[in-house]
């Protein structure tokens, strides 16, 4: 009879020698989870939006944590996936600006450096086989060059016009493709937040692990502003007509 | 110095038969040859300024600094040996990035001051080290408010309103101590830290030197950085013109 | 406490991670396709710039092919994340020996040292195919491909990537004129006919293969260096 064995976090859990095959076992799963980041460039920099959800497998746990974070005067990330990933990675974020700080030469952290250095973390522990389980979203705008990067816990990274993580790469996406591609310079900021709002929309309509409580950031050539949460309208009246599925 | 010579100041694990540890008040003695370094507490923050003596007129105007950030509210200025402040410096930068890790709260004065005392007063127990030629002064913004500490080579360190390091430090602190500093904001302070820097220094002995002001305070977001330029202007030329007026009156006096 | 229910994280869907028993995965496969014709004195190099996942595309333009500092280029197809780190590694060798040796390497001695490179992690693959293309010591097209592992071959032409299985053929019998009647396998093809061919499979490759497609970074590189265009695919 086995012992119970109790499994914590991968995080937290220490390398355990397997008893049958020496083999060197971690559990690997993420904990408490943010779902779908959205992101895309428009004609004043980027706008980026996150719902304030972290959940524990089917669990809404915690209803009110932020998932979007600025790094130095003018990038932005954005996060989904294990929580406890990003504040390790929010930790080492801010040792980094203060080491910048300490430098005292006048220079600032770059958005391309700080995508490097993030893309550098996820690479090199992927390459541990101990990944950090997140999905990150940088932004910036540097000298009127807007910048918008993905990296993930497998270090693939890549830049795009717009970028959706999780869900968001199913339901969002395609409608940033459609309404954004190839227009990333024309679009003015009220439609922006349009477009960023309905992705929103589809998302909690249609993903469970998401919320109605979320906010949203832009990058402009003003900085980095990150909004207080706030809910969107939404429409249940279709639910009437659905019949069916056991109800 | 009774006990010079005697065999006793050749090391710290040894103490003089009166008490006293001589390469301590050695170290102290690299300290009191160096450019003043002065701190002043005010009530929205903190000044650091300090006459940075140039041995060339070579050298590239601002290069070398002698006020340095340990954190973003820390701002430290020594008078000593350049070398060792900058390893004291890093040391201090390790312990505020490792009481943020711990704590995820900035590194409070106090603490910071504690921990860079008993780093330096290691250096006063072995027989195969030598104690720190530095007085390191630590300008901070924390949550119980501006703080200044500065730090002996013997480990000791103090809190203070205002403090002085260097070969001028007699003339600074009794010009410091007219100074009605917690009824003063540090745009004041920068001015009076100006005139203080310009009055210790011994244009006799030094002909080249720098003033190098930094502040943390409200003005400034609470973060440690250097004072913006047109300010220091500002304070450079108050501090020539008080100079000058003194000048005058010393001339008056004689006549 | 059992956390296995959470196995399958919310924020993931079935295509992200392959699992092998109880061990994560550390490898993707970015998809795409890459190729290279050598001629008498020139490369013909090209790699379309889709990077996908599973049936997600990531990006239009992510490039897979990279000019490197020697004037050689190196297409990878495989895992992205590997690739760049390939390049870095292999730049980071050619700097190391520009400055000992005060001289840029040579085609076949950064051929063999990529196959150091990637035996050397033999038992941990960088999970990428590099064709590496340049011209060689007499000033003639070179294209050395490589699995995983660091197996080195020098050919004429070769084709990787998630369409290698139709653009291969393809150049067997254009490039290469294999079991064909009056051919002569060993013939060069000139440059407009390499271009041609380069730009026709992957328009076929495109139309056939989904991880295929959106734009295509071409290289030509003769004895003034290198060329590069970009051309647009299909964005479907």
């Given at each position: 009879m086995d012992a119970i064995k109790i499994q914590l976090p991968h995080t937290v859990q220490p390398r355990a020698e397997n008893a049958n095959d020496g083999a060197v076992s971690r559990t690997m799963q993420p904990i408490v989870t943010g779902t779908s980041v959205v992101a895309f460039k428009y004609k004043d920099g980027i706008m980026m939006a996150a719902d304030t959800l972290a959940s524990y497998g089917s669990l809404a746990r915690f209803r009110s944590e932020k998932r979007l974070m600025a790094v130095g005067d003018n990038t932005l990330v954005g996060v989904s996936g294990d929580l406890s990933d990003f504040q390790y990675m929010q930790h080492v974020l801010e040792d980094l600006e203060t080491r910048e700080l300490c430098m005292d030469d006048d220079q600032t952290l770059g958005t391309k450096s700080v995508y490097k250095y993030i893309s550098n973390i996820m690479y090199n522990r992927r390459t541990k086989v101990d990944p950090l389980w997140n999905s990150y979203v940088v932004a910036g705008l540097d000298h009127d060059e807007k910048f918008l990067g993905f990296v993930d816990l497998y270090g693939t990274r890549y830049q795009s016009p717009t970028i959706a993580t999780g869900f968001g790469a199913h339901l969002a996406q395609p409608i940033l493709r459609k309404r954004v591609e190839g227009r990333e310079d024309e679009i003015e900021e009220e439609e922006a937040l349009a477009i960023l709002d309905d992705c929103m929309r589809v998302l909690f309509y249609?993903?469970?692990?998401?919320?109605?409580k979320l906010r949203r950031a832009k990058v402009t050539a003003q900085g980095v502003e990150i909004s207080e949460p706030y809910s969107l309208e939404t429409n249940w009246d279709f639910a009437e007509s659905i019949v069916g599925y056991g109800g | 110095m009774t006990s010079i010579g005697t065999g006793y100041d050749l090391s710290v694990s040894t103490y003089s038969p009166d008490g006293r540890i001589f390469q301590v008040e050695y170290a102290q003695k690299a300290v009191d040859n160096s450019g003043t370094a002065i701190g002043l507490r005010v009530k929205d923050g903190v000044v650091l300024a300090v006459?940075?003596?140039?041995?060339?007129?070579l050298l590239v105007p601002e290069s070398n600094r002698r006020i340095m950030t340990a954190a973003k509210h820390v701002g430290i200025v020594s008078a000593g040996w350049m070398s060792d402040t900058r390893h004291l410096v890093k040391r201090a930068r390790e312990e505020s990035r490792n009481y943020h890790d711990t704590y995820k709260r900035d590194v409070p004065a106090k603490i910071l001051a504690e921990r860079m005392g008993m780093y330096k007063q290691v250096y006063t127990l072995y027989s195969a080290v030598r104690p720190f030629g530095v007085g390191t002064i630590m300008a901070s913004y924390d949550a119980d408010g501006p703080q200044l500490y500065m730090v002996e080579p013997s480990g000791q360190y103090f809190g203070y309103h205002g403090c002085a390091a260097g070969k001028g430090k007699q003339v600074a602190k009794t010009e410091i101590e007219k100074l009605k500093l917690s009824e003063m904001t540090v745009r004041e302070a920068i001015k009076e830290a100006a005139r203080i820097i310009y009055s210790a220094h011994d244009e006799t002995k030094d002909k080249l030197f720098e003033l190098e002001l930094s502040w943390v305070c409200e003005e400034s977001g609470r973060k440690h950085q250097r004072v913006p330029k047109e300010l220091i202007e500002e304070a450079i030329q108050y501090a020539e013109r008080a100079l000058d007026e003194d000048d005058d009156e010393m001339d008056d006096d004689e006549e | 406490m059992d956390f296995a229910q959470f196995q399958q994280a919310p924020v993931s869907v079935p295509t992200e991670h392959h699992s092998h028993g109880n061990r994560w995965d550390p490898y993707v496969d970015n998809g795409g396709t890459s190729l290279a014709i050598a001629g008498e004195d020139f490369v013909v190099v090209a790699s379309d710039t889709r990077q996908s996942n599973g049936y997600s595309i990531n990006s239009r333009y992510s490039p897979k092919a990279f000019e490197l500092s020697n004037g050689s280029v190196l297409a990878t197809t495989g895992y992205h994340a590997d690739a760049l780190k390939l390049v870095e590694h292999i730049e980071q060798r050619a700097q190391l020996y520009f400055h000992k040796h005060d001289r840029a390497m040579n085609v076949s001695a950064m051929a063999q040292m990529l196959s150091g490179i990637l035996y050397s992690k033999?038992?941990?693959?960088?999970y990428v195919f590099p064709i590496l293309s340049g011209l060689d010591a007499k000033g003639k097209g070179a294209v050395y491909t490589y699995d995983p592992v660091g197996n080195m071959e020098r050919v004429n032409y070769q084709a990787y990537g998630s369409a290698s299985a139709l653009v291969q053929p393809f150049l067997d019998s254009q490039v290469g004129f294999k079991n064909q009647r009056n051919a002569d396998p060993s013939r060069l093809l000139e440059r407009p006919q390499a271009v041609k061919l380069a730009i026709d499979a992957f328009t076929g490759a495109t139309e056939r293969d989904i991880h295929t497609g959106d734009w295509l970074d071409l290289f030509i590189i003769d004895q003034d260096g290198i060329h590069q265009t970009k051309r647009e695919l299909k964005h479907d």
């Open positions: 249609r993903d469970a692990r998401s919320f109605n | 006459e940075k003596i140039k041995h060339s007129r | 033999r038992f941990f693959p960088y």
